[in-house]
């Protein structure tokens, strides 16, 4: 069996280059589909083609996904084999975003950069804010540790209560509501379920204080979106800081573009510059465990959803 495993393919065709060095870094010989017990799929859309794969390919029990949301693929994930996902390998630059988003939009910088004229004071500060973040992974964890030197007050949102350092409360979605009141940040960090479609819409838009600012690092439907248009254009909310959109990309002509406090980035959290280190660094670890027969890390669970 050893030598079984020690036959990992990737794929598809067009699969770059340095995913094929961090396979070989991690001990493993790159083989064909059909002789192979691993796959390392690198595209992150295809779905479609991971399937062709998979029904070709009848000895492999291991997959490798390039993304921490694999919505699109999890109808695919079942018991049969083993599935790992991207999951917290990007939590770090993600979170650093967030923090740009919220010092920001809270400190008014996004709204100073957009007048041709000497303006009035305005803005808070991130320090000793309330802050909510709904989603409790590798992002919510890494968010943490970042705003530690702010002496936020953080509450969690999240299915499974359980400790985590920096947050002061740490409660379930049906919770949700009570959080959104006294935040001066909103920030949606998590994979996207059929559960949390639509998370965010008008009640709890108008739950958030006038000032508050809602940043979706997460999915785009996440939030429905001519919600979130009503409550910018109605003062409703501070603004928002949307790194994901729906749809996405956001169309040219789209309301949103032309809100003075909606700021949007596309969907950068992690650059292509920043995935080949980091990514690599996951492949080559689960190559190594597979290898081993240890357990991988970035497991899904079709459960889930993520």
């Not at 943490?144 to 400790?163: D, G, W």
């Not at 108008?206 to 939030?223: C, D, K, P, T």
Request: charged share 20%.
């Amino acid at each position: 069996m050893a030598a079984l495993r020690a036959g990992i393919a990737v794929g598809p065709d067009n699969c770059p280059q340095w995913i094929r060095e961090a396979v070989r870094a991690g001990g493993a010989t790159i083989v064909e589909s059909r002789l192979a017990t691993g796959l390392i799929w690198s595209d992150a859309y295809d779905s479609a083609g991971l399937e062709r794969e998979l029904a070709e390919s009848p000895n492999i029990r291991w997959i490798q996904l390039p993304f921490a949301g694999s919505e699109n693929f999890m109808h695919l994930v079942n018991a049969d084999r083993i599935w790992t996902s991207g999951k917290g390998v990007y939590s770090e630059p993600v979170a650093e975003l967030v923090m740009g988003f919220l010092i920001g939009g809270l400190r008014h910088v996004f709204g100073y950069s957009r007048t041709n004229h000497w303006s009035g004071e305005f803005g808070r500060s991130l320090h000793n804010g309330h802050i909510t973040i709904i989603g409790g992974g590798g992002i919510a964890t890494a968010l943490l540790r970042q705003l530690k030197p702010f002496n936020c007050h953080v509450t969690v949102v999240r299915n499974n209560v359980q400790s985590m350092p920096g947050a002061e409360l740490v409660v379930t979605p049906d919770r949700l509501a009570e959080t959104l009141r006294g935040a001066d940040a909103v920030v949606i960090a998590l994979a996207l379920t059929p559960d949390n479609i639509g998370i965010i819409g008008r009640a709890e838009l108008e739950l958030m204080q006038s000032h508050a600012w809602l940043i979706n690092v997460g999915r785009g439907r996440h939030v429905d979106t001519n919600d979130l248009v009503w409550a910018l254009r109605n003062d409703s909310i501070g603004g928002a800081a949307l790194d994901v959109t729906d749809p996405e990309p956001l169309p040219d002509g789209h309301p949103l573009w032309k809100l003075s406090n909606c700021v949007i980035t596309p969907h950068i959290g992690n650059t292509a510059e920043m995935v080949p280190p980091m990514l690599s660094e996951r492949i080559t670890a689960n190559v190594v465990c597979y290898l081993a027969g240890e357990p991988l890390v970035g497991l899904l669970n079709r459960e889930r959803g993520y």
